[in-house]
């Protein structure tokens, strides 16, 4: 399946990768634009993996991919939503512990993945790249993590849940590169949950 999905989309792969370079870049300018920008790349790397990754690919091995696609279509909407439309969603990065972590996350998901990919035998054109769900989805939390500014939590949920799947993954197909998935999930989740909470009480003592 993945020989047939990258042979197809060649050279879009490329595409995929200048996109996230874009996006990195532009969590170093703390401006309105720059956060809707790159609202607005996760958008379309959702939409694209969920039209044409799942519903016109993984569908051919596995009946849920047309419930996956619909998820990351609405992963999509979201994103669209919390950024350029209702601007709930800021970025810039930050030189904390979070922008480390979600360094390393991205890192992963561009750099490392495909390489490990390949120590397992899993080359190209039969190895996922970058702008298929799991290395993708290991990138979008380590945005969220990095120079997620302010990240409303609804965002992570569909994230999450393809976290967990990326543990059947990595058991049942033999793609150990995917437990950086769940690895990814867990961290992204609980470190920003950690931030919103710490966010509230210090808006609750002001407010008080």
Request: proline share 4%; charged share 10%; glycine share 8%.
């Amino acid at each position: 399946m993945f020989q047939r999905y990258n042979n197809a989309v060649w050279p879009a792969q490329f595409a995929f990768y200048l996109a996230a370079f874009v996006a990195i870049a532009l969590t170093f300018k703390d401006t309105r634009v720059s956060s809707k920008t790159i609202s607005v790349i996760l958008a379309v790397l959702w939409l694209w993996m969920g039209l044409v990754y799942h519903v016109l690919f993984f569908s051919r091995i596995n009946g849920a991919a047309f419930l996956f696609g619909a998820l990351f279509v609405g992963q999509s909407i979201i994103f669209i939503f919390a950024g350029p439309l209702s601007e709930t969603m800021l970025f810039r990065f930050r030189r904390n512990a979070d922008g480390i972590l979600g360094s390393v996350l991205m890192a992963y998901a561009l750099v490392i993945y495909p390489l490990l990919g390949m120590s397992f035998s899993h080359n190209y054109p039969a190895a996922p790249t970058f702008g298929v769900p799991c290395p993708t989805t290991i990138f979008t939390f380590g945005i969220l993590l990095a120079a997620g500014k302010r990240v409303p939590l609804h965002v992570l949920i569909i994230p999450s849940l393809w976290s967990v799947f990326g543990v059947w993954a990595a058991l049942s197909l033999g793609m150990i590169e995917d437990f950086g998935l769940v690895i990814a999930g867990i961290t992204s989740i609980t470190m920003i949950a950690w931030r919103q909470s710490k966010v509230r009480v210090r808006d609750t003592a002001t407010t008080i």
